[in-house]
């Protein structure tokens, strides 16, 4: 015989992730195409009836079996409850084609189960980037590092960027510059920062072998209309090594907070520590203004926005190479900011 027999479990289903103590409830619908059935099954809507309440049994052990790695809410989870149930129908004489069209927490329950195994789930979704048994390259000392961001906006003047750029000089002074460019406003901060704050940083580029990183081909999710951007940029001095005295490398995060978003998530909290201990030395703003304020363009040489220069004033000299005469935000030598 063959039918078709959608199915729900009418009471929600418990279960508990793997490594999480919590317990949840969900739904399961679906439908099953039925082509064989056990001598003594029944017929029409008596077997019919008894398959759905057999499946609605069966949920909760499939869930019990759940393969370790797997989330019950994450990625792949209809096929692999598909899978789960088919083999438990054929052990009970059932021969069926299952396709579950939803595995869903019950009302109120999504915050709480984000708290608890949203890490777990965005790993499923979209795995973060490994640097471990990554090696660096011979390097120089670490002399510049920025995390940037640019948020994407099809809507005139959304589009917004942001950076955190911390540099050794060669005064021996070490520099956070924090810029923020959007809504018709640009704003420039400069912190002196702590050696021993600046020196985590270092430890984290190394530990995290970014050098390494940067020269691997790392895939990211496809980004849409609305979203944030983010990459890092490294600047190294090579020179004792017979390099460049800026060695410069960047790694594109692509949307932020997805793949690299443990690498991102613990530099924010490095550079955050910079400047909540640092001293602010400088602070600049700036209205934009005219028909496009606040789509100032992408993050700097270094991570800072590109928006109208801010305060420029008399010509400067370069803390990194030397160079003097320079009359733009950005030394043309070096690519250093004001």
Request: one cysteine or more; aromatic letters at 8%; charged letters at 25%.
């Amino acid at each position: 015989m063959e039918m078709k027999v959608p199915f729900g479990t009418a009471e929600p289903i418990p279960f508990r992730e793997h490594g999480c103590e919590e317990e949840f409830l969900a739904r399961v619908r679906g439908s099953a195409e039925v082509s064989a059935l056990p001598a003594g099954f029944g017929e029409g809507t008596d077997a019919e009836s008894a398959l759905k309440k057999m499946i609605a049994a069966l949920v909760p052990d499939c869930f019990a079996r759940w393969p370790e790695g797997k989330l019950i809410m994450g990625s792949g989870n209809r096929e692999i409850l598909g899978g789960l149930l088919e083999a438990a129908l054929a052990a009970k004489g059932v021969t069926a084609k299952v396709e579950i069209r939803g595995v869903d927490l019950v009302e109120g329950q999504m915050d709480a189960y984000m708290n608890a195994c949203g890490e777990a789930l965005r790993e499923s979704v979209s795995p973060s980037v490994r640097t471990d048994g990554l090696t660096d390259e011979a390097h120089g000392p670490l002399i510049g590092f920025s995390y940037g961001r640019f948020s994407h906006s099809m809507t005139m003047g959304g589009s917004s960027s942001s950076g955190d750029e911390l540099n050794w000089n060669r005064d021996g002074s070490i520099i956070l510059t924090s810029s923020f460019s959007g809504g018709g406003n640009d704003t420039r901060l400069e912190y002196r920062v702590k050696p021993e704050c600046a020196e985590k940083v270092r430890a984290f580029v190394a530990e995290k072998h970014l050098a390494a990183l940067s020269k691997q081909k790392i895939p990211t999710p496809a980004a849409f209309d609305n979203f944030t951007s983010s990459s890092f940029r490294m600047t190294f001095d090579d020179s004792a090594l017979g390099g460049s005295a800026f060695e410069m490398l960047h790694i594109d995060c692509g949307p932020a907070g997805m793949t690299f978003r443990k690498l991102e998530d613990e530099a924010w909290e490095l550079l955050k520590e910079c400047r909540e201990t640092g001293e602010c030395i400088v602070r600049e703003e700036k209205e934009i203004g005219g028909a496009f304020g606040g789509m100032t363009g992408f993050p700097g040489m270094m991570g800072g926005g590109m928006g109208a220069d801010i305060g420029m004033g008399a010509a400067w000299t370069c803390g990194k190479c030397g160079r003097a005469g320079n009359t733009g935000r950005f030394c043309p030598e070096c690519g250093n900011p004001r």
